[in-house]
């Protein structure tokens, strides 16, 4: 269905927010900036919470039980907010084996898991074979279990490691979903999306693909059938206009997807995500950050373009000032996803890094989702504080809401509705022992929530 564009009226109307969060009107990309600078946080989080409840209805909140699986941190990238790659043949550099991995899996499906999320850095030393016999490993001994796994960047290094057949990028990278899919294969998380636009880019993801490389690895997992999400790490070097240009390329490539492939079964972006760039241990994080009253308008504003088309030589200081993010930009932003990517099913409330409590505020701001209950983090953890939570916990959190806890599974079809006696979170007698923490490690009784 194409929804109206009224490129002249003022968002803030309420009558015109009201279509909005009805689903009939497109809010344009500088209405959208509008509205992040000029409602007052209260209402952008209402208005959000409106268009969630017109999709999502008011009684259920979800969550899914899996396992995120980094099988390997060796990568030749070189992101400066990255604080978990390691150098080929550095000592604390690893690649799991088929039994770690399996073993893994079976601690997964012990507690009524249903899917991994298998993301690890771009590793040279791994053939296709090594990924093909994984993945036949995975379906054989654990077919029940769904496998989200290889997000762009990696897809793009398989492309360069591989050189499979074809004579354009797209043919190659078609070439190597279609394998992958074959092996076993079912979706792709939205990893290394970051901010796409290129001025950014270029400063924060050394040796990452480019946003049009990514947006159409995720075109040709479309066309083959397979469902993608979408992310973004933003309160970094970023203007808001980026985030506003990054969530528009999203709803482009998501009309692309269901224009292109929905009538013979494509898949399509059912998720975005988005969540603050977390500073410990990383190179990024030890830029300086950004004082309002003595160095002016923030860089990152000033290079940010609607278009994407923002150039670092607009401020002689971009890259060099950080702006992070707190708990109300954190909503503000979630807030305007919601409203902005109206194609977009599902939008993931990130509280692995902002806590449990700030996730609860984010059911209010435009998330239906509570994201992944997993058994393990260790990328976003490795550069900072992270949460973990046992499934009573975050059923409680999304109960205390005001709604009812169910879990989902990766297409978002509910697999257990928590409103009776027996529910998880309904069986606690003792509260004091099942607090939500920051992690410590990866325990097996708890779990703690990650991204994409
Ligand atoms: S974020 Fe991912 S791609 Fe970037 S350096 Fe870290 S492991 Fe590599």
């Not at 959208?32 to 008011?58: N, S, V, Y």
């Not at 400063?203 to 999400?229: D, P, Q, R, Y």
């Not at 860089?299 to 971009?318: C, I, N, R, Y």
């Amino acid at each position: 269905m194409t929804l109206e564009i009224r490129p002249t009226i003022d968002p803030r109307d309420p009558s015109f927010l009201q279509d909005v969060a009805d689903g009939s009107v497109r809010l344009t990309p500088s209405q959208g900036l509008q509205l992040f600078h000029d409602l007052p946080l209260a209402e952008l989080g209402r208005w959000a919470d409106k268009r969630c409840r017109a999709i999502h209805g008011e009684h259920i909140r979800t969550y899914v039980m899996d396992r995120n699986i980094n099988y390997t941190n060796v990568c030749t990238a070189k992101c400066t907010f990255c604080a978990f790659r390691r150098d080929l043949g550095a000592d604390d550099a690893y690649t799991l084996s088929f039994e770690q991995i399996d073993e893994k899996i079976t601690e997964l499906t012990a507690i009524g898991g249903t899917q991994i999320l298998m993301q690890g850095g771009m590793n040279p030393e791994l053939p296709l074979e090594w990924y093909e016999s994984l993945l036949g490993d995975i379906r054989k001994k654990h077919p029940g279990v769904h496998v989200h796994a290889f997000s762009p960047p990696e897809v793009v290094e398989f492309v360069n490691f591989f050189d499979p057949p074809g004579t354009t990028f797209r043919e190659k990278v078609h070439w190597v979903l279609s394998r992958l899919q074959a092996a076993g294969l079912q979706s792709i998380p939205g990893g290394g999306g970051e901010i796409f636009a290129q001025a950014v880019r270029e400063k924060i993801g050394l040796g990452k693909c480019c946003a049009e490389t990514w947006l159409t690895v995720m075109h040709v997992a479309h066309e083959l059938g397979m469902n993608t999400s979408a992310t973004m790490m933003f309160g970094h070097i970023d203007g808001v206009a980026d985030r506003i240009h990054h969530m528009a390329l999203v709803r482009d490539w998501q009309d692309r997807a269901l224009r292109d492939f929905e009538q013979d079964g494509g898949g399509r972006y059912m998720a975005f995500i988005s969540w603050p760039f977390q500073r410990e241990n990383t190179p990024l994080g030890r830029v300086r950050e950004w004082a309002p009253d003595t160095d002016g308008e923030f860089p990152g504003d000033v290079v940010a373009q609607l278009d994407g088309s923002g150039e670092k030589s607009m401020h002689s200081e971009f890259g060099r000032r950080l702006r992070l993010s707190g708990a109300s930009d954190y909503l503000r932003t979630q807030a305007i996803s919601r409203l902005i990517l109206d194609n977009i099913y599902s939008i993931g409330a990130s509280w692995v890094t902002m806590g449990p409590h700030v996730g609860q505020i984010a059911l209010q701001f435009g998330a239906n989702d509570m994201g992944s209950v997993m058994m393990e983090e260790n990328v976003v953890s490795a550069a900072g504080t992270t949460y973990c939570m046992s499934e009573q916990v975050l059923c409680h959190l999304i109960r205390d809401t005001g709604f009812t806890p169910a879990q989902r599974d990766n297409s978002y079809d509910l697999l257990a509705v928590h409103d009776t006696a027996a529910s998880p979170d309904l069986q606690v007698e003792d509260w004091s022992m099942l607090r939500a923490s920051p992690a410590q490690d990866s325990s097996d009784t708890l779990v703690s929530l990650t991204q994409s």
